[in-house]
């Protein structure tokens, strides 16, 4: 029996991740819970898989949960403290990092600290703190297990591979909702427009990621950390119909790819249950005959370029990664209200960027400063 601490629990990642332990039940204890404010979803998880330690990031939705579950042995907790305590639990085995931005760095390098596996959905950790992370990982002897589909079938392509080996990895997209589409076209697309996805199921801040190919970007910086390579070791590749999930490409030319449906329960669970793999008991399975036709081709890099700035700000390193990043949480937090526009979304980053002097190695406290400082730079030209 594996003890989970399911962090992100009622987003899209995290839901996912219950349905399998729900599949799994004698497999899989859903020992901890945490959420960041949707105590109506959480309540019902708690109710269901009834958890030791529940952490609610919103104190005040974190009393009102308290009072909701008052007839269950929970102990609710709050805020970022809340969150740590959840991530290093002395219950837990594995962690699922699936909160969505920087509040997941803190809660990762504490269960790393104390000795946890991770599951790792949230890409930010990486991308802001790879350079803390990955020596952490070493030092601990913990398994730090991708749960992105690209990352998982990098994963999956390497094993039994010498990485001394690997000459590239072609990192696939979907292209998004706007593929095909010029800068002129994108300045009039909405939220309503940018959250249809063709192919994948996820939350709204990733799917408008994938909609700007910015998620590329993080994940291209993301791949640089989890498999030690040089930024020029990426290539992105455009790939419609997303049955490839990533290649990796081998000194001798060889490519080995791992291919699927577009499901992400599929490296959910290859991360939970690794190095074992379970017979998947929902959804449906690749029907290559049906499926016909797989096409690929290069980004455009030139109407999507918040995908170059992101290249950019992983080749400059340092603090400019949390920079890209937090521009960009910020601007698509926006854009989801309707206060800027699509396209505004890359501006805003491109500023935020020119307007960095880059700290070379940050600690912990000085990425989340840059992230702070990032957020007033912005206001301030946004007068938002």
Not at 46 to 54: A, H, I, N, S, T
Not at 93 to 115: F, N, Q, R, Y
Request: hydrophobic content about 45%; glycine content about 8%.
């Amino acid at each position: 029996m594996k003890n989970i601490a399911v962090l992100g629990s009622t987003g899209s990642i995290g839901m996912q991740t219950l349905e399998i332990a729900r599949e799994y039940a004698d497999d899989i204890r859903v020992a901890v819970l945490a959420a960041h404010s949707n105590i109506e979803l959480l309540e019902q998880q708690v109710r269901e898989f009834k958890p030791g330690l529940v952490c609610v990031y919103d104190e005040d939705k974190a009393r009102l949960l308290k009072d909701r579950v008052n007839d269950l042995d929970v102990r609710v907790t709050a805020g970022m403290d809340g969150l740590i305590a959840c991530a290093t639990d002395a219950d837990v085995d594995m962690v699922v990092a699936a909160m969505v931005g920087m509040i997941g760095i803190l809660p990762t390098v504490e269960a790393i600290k104390a000795g946890k596996d991770i599951a790792l959905a949230n890409k930010e950790t990486l991308v802001t703190a790879g350079h803390i992370i990955m020596p952490l990982v070493k030092e601990k002897n913990i398994r730090l297990l991708p749960v992105d589909s690209e990352h998982s079938a990098i994963f999956q392509a390497l094993n039994g591979e010498d990485r001394k080996n690997v000459y590239r990895i072609l990192l696939t997209a979907s292209g998004g909702p706007f593929h095909g589409m010029k800068k002129a076209d994108l300045e009039t697309m909405t939220a309503k427009d940018a959250l249809k996805h063709p192919n994948w199921r996820m939350g709204p801040k990733i799917t408008i990621d994938s909609a700007t190919l910015v998620n590329k970007a993080l994940e291209v910086m993301e791949a640089v950390w989890l498999f030690n390579l040089s930024i020029d070791q990426v290539k992105v590749i455009i790939h419609r119909q997303s049955i490839i999930h990533s290649m990796v490409e081998y000194a001798d030319g060889s490519v080995i790819a791992q291919l699927g449906l577009p499901d992400m329960r599929l490296p959910i669970q290859y991360a939970l249950f690794y190095p074992e793999r379970k017979r998947m008991k929902l959804g449906e399975r690749a029907d290559f005959a049906k499926i016909g036709t797989l096409t690929f081709e290069e980004p455009d890099m030139e109407t999507f370029y918040g995908l170059r700035l992101g290249i950019e700000a992983g080749r400059l390193g340092g603090s400019m990664p949390t920079v890209f990043n937090a521009a960009n949480e910020w601007a698509v937090a926006r854009f989801l209200k309707g206060e800027i526009g699509f396209m505004d979304i890359p501006r805003i980053i491109g500023k935020a960027m020119d307007n960095h002097e880059i700290i070379g190695n940050p600690s912990l406290d000085e990425i989340l400063y840059t992230e702070k400082q990032t957020y007033d730079f912005i206001k301030g030209i946004m007068k938002i």
